[in-house]
């Protein structure tokens, strides 16, 4: 078990990196899939994961092959095989991210990953939607949501979103996202997720509250693991994974102008590298800037890197390193106030560990300021 529990200067970020979630656990060997969301109004900050009853995939330790199927989940009453084993977990903070309370475990009732989730400030509610692992592999996934109305204490019991969308298919969530409310025109106060299957992405969304969705007519091809954003005219961009390297080793960028009711085809980024890893992204209106974090690599998941852009269609800069020799891999970003002075965002991402093999081992949290960039 790892016992790196410390809260360390980073010689990069603005402040600390504090570890979040490690491996070794007796009830959940690996964390993984990292989300974050901040409430400035009630200053705390949630950071989800996915917490697995099983090692591998960037998370070995002890025994080198995966291992652990027979296990079953401490809130679960039936057994699962190997791969299904996963529940969505919270740690709350509510000093800036300095100290966390307690993990909370399994929140949404049932097995589930990919945890995507999005504050509705009007209704002061948290959705968080995340996929049925039942059924993984398998070719139809299951798209729960739950809510919470007192900021992540308790949430309610699942919703299933796929009898709404009715021809869901093997859409599934894009990995450690968050989900979307509009705050500008078009369409404001519309709220956005968006999922993939294998390299195409979509989008659905609901324009009551989270009662009903409806998909986009739009697929994203060759876009993995996709991050939905919106910046200060009301435009929304997507981020993606691009896994088969179309046309070279970079992530991808599509955008929609008529408030996600259709996206342009996903283009290269060449100046955002990606070794075929979910990357991270973040709109910074107080520098009208669009951050994306993610290893700073073509080919390996290594050096966590901050890159940020005026305009997410021209070329971005290399900001700011998170500061590990430990590896890299999947991250996420917040906007930490509402306040135009202050630009701090909030940085949870993945990295190796003492005792562990592999860029995911462990979970950390820190906090970064991105310089005044000429536009």
Same mark, same amino acid.
């Given at each position: 078990t790892s ?6 200067t980073?010689?990069y970020t ?7 979630? &490690? +491996? ?5 060997p #690996?964390v ?5 969301l901040?409430?400035?109004s009630?200053g ?5 994961a996915?917490c697995?009853?099983?090692h $591998?995939? $960037? #998370? /070995?330790f002890g025994?080198?092959?995966? &291992?652990n199927s027979? %296990? ?5 009453? &039936?057994?699962?095989?190997?791969? /299904?084993q996963?529940n ?5 903070? @509510?000093?800036?991210g300095?100290?966390? *309370? ?6 949404? $009732?049932?097995?589930c ?5 999005v ?7 948290? @959705?968080?939607?995340?996929d ?7 070719p139809?996934?299951?798209i ?13 019991s699942? *919703?299933? /979103?796929?009898?709404?969308l009715?021809?869901?298919?093997s859409?599934?969530?894009?990995t450690?996202?968050?989900?979307l409310?509009?705050?500008?025109k078009?369409n404001?106060?519309?709220m ?8 195409i ?8 509250n ?22 200060? $005219?009301g435009?929304?961009?997507v ?8 046309e ?12 996600g009711e259709? @996206? ?8 955002l ?8 992204a973040? +709109?910074?209106?107080a520098?009208?800037? %669009? #951050?994306v ?8 998941? /290594?050096?966590?890197?901050?890159? #940020?852009?005026?305009d997410?269609?021209?070329p971005f ?12 891999? +999947? ?14 965002l909030?940085w ?9 093999t592999g ?6 949290y ?6 005044q960039?000429?536009q």
């Amino acid at each position: 078990t790892s016992t790196d529990t410390s809260t360390e200067t980073s010689a990069y970020t603005d402040t600390i990196s504090t570890e979040v979630f &490690t +491996y070794g656990s007796s009830d959940y060997p #690996c964390v993984r899939i990292p989300a974050l969301l901040s409430i400035e109004s009630e200053g705390v900050l949630l950071a989800f994961a996915e917490c697995r009853k099983f090692h $591998g995939d $960037g #998370c /070995v330790f002890g025994a080198t092959n995966q &291992t652990n199927s027979s %296990v079953t989940a401490s809130n679960s009453t &039936t057994s699962a095989p190997f791969g /299904v084993q996963r529940n969505i977990c919270l740690r709350r903070s @509510f000093d800036g991210g300095k100290t966390w *309370m307690s993990r909370q475990d399994n929140i949404t $009732g049932t097995w589930c990953a990919d945890p995507s989730p999005v504050y509705n400030e009007a209704l002061k509610t948290i @959705f968080l939607q995340c996929d049925d692992t039942t059924h993984f592999p398998a070719p139809n996934f299951t798209i729960w949501q739950v809510a919470s109305r007192d900021f992540g204490a308790t949430w309610s019991s699942p *919703m299933n /979103v796929s009898t709404s969308l009715k021809t869901l298919g093997s859409y599934h969530l894009g990995t450690s996202n968050a989900g979307l409310v509009k705050k500008h025109k078009p369409n404001l106060g519309r709220m956005l997720f968006i999922g993939y299957d294998g390299s195409i992405s979509k989008v659905w969304y609901s324009d009551d509250n989270g009662t009903s969705y409806r998909y986009s007519p739009s697929s994203l091809t060759h876009c993995g693991e996709p991050q939905i954003i919106e910046d200060g $005219g009301g435009k929304v961009w997507v981020i993606c994974r691009n896994n088969k390297h179309f046309e070279c080793h970079c992530r991808l960028l599509s955008w929609s102008d008529d408030g996600g009711e259709t @996206f342009v085809q996903p283009q290269p980024m060449p100046s955002l590298p990606d070794p075929a890893c979910q990357g991270a992204a973040v +709109y910074d209106d107080a520098l009208d800037l %669009v #951050c994306v974090s993610g290893p700073n690599s073509a080919t390996e998941r /290594v050096d966590m890197t901050l890159f #940020c852009s005026h305009d997410p269609s021209s070329p971005f800069q290399n900001i700011t390193r998170a500061g590990s020799s430990l590896g890299a891999a +999947y991250s996420a970003l917040t906007r930490l106030s509402s306040q135009p002075h202050n630009a701090t965002l909030g940085w949870l991402w993945e990295t190796g560990a003492k005792g562990c093999t592999g860029a995911s081992c462990q979970i950390r949290y820190s906090t970064v300021t991105p310089p005044q960039i000429p536009q």
